[in-house]
């Protein structure tokens, strides 16, 4: 496969990035150095992200027409829309059905970014859509998604899992856990319709935040509703939750945004899953800030580590709620007692 995709880059006189191919191909950008082998014209396709050059690679090793093209893939969904582009099927990145991988996912503007740990080893990627996600991997995989799941029904009354999750972030970061909406108004589309119809339903509106996030809850409810497997797979957690049982049931000191925030987060992380912030590193050089922000990946890397442990995960509540569609309406986190991998 790897070989087919140096070719199609060569004819179509394309370069892309290191970690753009590895996270393709589905494996570490260590593992891909070894598999591109000696230095050739055919693998100089692929260059360092920020010198936009092949590493290492002589005048001469250079391939003709290497600097052609002005833009560079730095985008795994790009470099596959890329290759359709030049009339041929790529092949798909085979680890992908690996047994043992787990996944952590987070909405973006780009669509969803995953973060995929295998083996003790985490890689990052994006899709459109979480169907395309379960479609492309392992049918045994556990995705444990930033996004609610299982919604009332022309009811005020919250669910409790967002209540047992705020009264956890308690005094720090239960601004960060709002309400799910009622799912008659997931069909709107503008703020104001979907405001107005939760007014008329439950006599309660709903916040912008929840407003900009409606489209991605009611594509996870719709999947669910409709595929079987894919309840077994998909667990909802919240990222503050999850850092919160990583920390030993700690909120964070810091706003997710923040610089602080980054380093409280990475430390966490990297008692975890040792190696994990350096992939982080490199995913935040890599992703264009425009379709996934940092916090989105640091986000979907924790839920990806909260997988990682589902045999020692808990939920809030103990015992979750039932939605009148059979979902379980729950947050996964890690136990407080698990110890670090």
Known sequence: MLESVLKQLENG?????????ARY??????????????RRPETSWIVNERTLRPTGFSQALEAPGLYDRQNVITDAAELKAFLLSTGDQPAQPKDFDDEGAVY??????GGWVYARVFEGTMTFGTVSTVAELLARTSPCAPVFIDIPIGLRNG??????????????LAP???NSVFNAPVREILEETTFDAANGRSKKLTGKGISRQTFNIMRKIGEVDELLQQNEAARRRVREVHPEVCFWALAGGEPMRHYKKSAAALEERHRLIDRYLPGA??????????FP????????????AVAAITAVGQDRVQTLPIVPEIDS?????????????????
Do not use: N
């Open 13 to 21: 006189r394309q370069r892309c990035t290191y970690s753009c191919l």
């Open 25 to 38: 191909l589905g494996v570490p950008r260590g593992k891909l150095i070894t598999l591109l082998g000696e």
């Open 104 to 109: 952590g996912v987070d909405g973006c503007k």
């Open 155 to 168: 009811s005020a009354e919250p669910r409790l899992c967002d209540v047992e999750a705020r009264r956890v």
């Open 172 to 174: 720090r970061r239960q």
């Open 277 to 286: 912030v350096e992939s982080l590193q490199m995913a935040y050089e890599t």
């Open 289 to 300: 800030p425009s379709r996934v922000s940092r916090d989105d990946l640091v986000d979907a």
């Open 325 to 341: 569609t059979g979902l379980q309406m729950e947050m996964a986190y890690r136990s407080p007692s698990a110890q670090a991998l």
